[in-house]
């Protein structure tokens, strides 16, 4: 099944809620990244959150970037999504190993204590930026947070990502619920209700659940109504050209060494691991350009 995004409403509009099935796309970014299972679980749970949250933006030219800083092993991490659910990232220490808490994947210790920063560029003059402080570092938890904390939304947040013993995806996805600010009192309370009921994301996605049966286990007794579907999928949109750019930001002198050790160098894009190459001869043109 390919990965998708239902978009809802519930109880006459008190409600919208998102939920999303995105085993295909972190295991995409597991395979390029080449992350251990709690990495793996980390970006993924941020990728699925960060593609829902990008499908909440309007304008096709808006962008959305989530940054976890914490200061655990995996260092930070870091997932860019737009409007149409297209979404990358990626951790700064891809291979961290820790042992199991509870039995289950520690993301919390890898990601440590720090802060989450979303930046929504909308086209303003200036981005939104809003930082909360992480208060479980399980992702899903630290989302809840900044919603009712910087955008005064109140929400509720599941995010799972179930690996296979070969250490690749076996299914990833996730749910945002959120209540509008005419929402009833009694509809607060049945959705309470209903959430108690689900313990783990991860154990409905590894059921087979698919968006749709998630939201309709979470919000079918309050007039559930499905809005639209989208495709969610990693992708970058790095390239020779663009790379060039971060080439020529080290500055001249640095190019210049370069050119004279008479080797070609490699650079990697941060987000999709792709390789770019430059002769001695790109390096030459590069510098001719930064005049």
């Known amino acids: 099944m390919k990965d998708y995004i239902v978009r809802a409403t519930a109880a006459d509009s008190q409600v919208r809620a998102f939920a999303i099935t995105a085993g295909e ?7 390029r990244h080449n992350t251990s299972p709690v990495a793996t679980a980390a970006l993924g749970r941020l990728l699925a959150g960060g593609a829902m949250m990008g499908s909440m933006m309007k304008n096709d030219t808006d962008m959305l970037t989530v940054k976890v800083r914490g200061n655990g092993p995996l260092g930070g991490i870091t997932v860019t999504a737009d409007s149409k659910a297209n979404v990358k990232g990626y951790v700064e220490n891809p291979d961290v190993m820790l042992p199991p808490k509870n039995g289950k994947l520690d993301v919390g210790g890898a990601v440590g204590i720090g802060i989450m920063q979303v930046i929504k560029d909308m086209g303003l003059k200036e981005p939104y930026v809003g930082d909360t402080m992480l ?10 947070y900044y919603f009712a904390s910087s955008e005064q939304v109140p929400s509720s947040v599941g995010l ?9 995806v076996k299914c990833a996805g996730g749910f945002i619920i959120q209540m509008m600010p005419f929402a009833r009192e009694e509809t607060i309370a049945q959705i ?10 991860t154990e409905l996605l590894d059921k087979g659940f698919t968006p749709e049966r998630i939201l309709e286990e ?13 495709p969610a999928k990693f992708t970058c949109n790095c390239s020779k050209k663009r790379v060039e750019k971060a080439v020529a930001s080290i500055g001249r002198k640095d190019i210049r060494e370069m050119i004279d050790e008479g080797k070609d160098i490699e650079v990697k894009c941060h987000f999709c691991n ?3 190459n430059y002769t001695v001869e790109d390096l030459k043109r590069i510098i001719k350009r930064s005049r």
Do not use: F, Q
Not at 160 to 168: A, I, K
Not at 192 to 201: A, F, G, Q
């Open 25 to 31: 796309l972190v295991e995409e970014a597991r395979r």
């Open 135 to 144: 208060v479980t570092s399980e992702i899903a938890e630290d989302l809840t």
């Open 160 to 168: 799972g990502v179930l690996m296979e013993r070969d250490n690749t």
């Open 192 to 201: 309470e209700e209903n959430l108690k009921r689900v313990t783990s994301v």
């Open 218 to 230: 979470l919000l079918g007794n309050v007039g559930l109504e499905i809005t639209d579907t989208m």
């Open 274 to 276: 792709s390789a770019y």
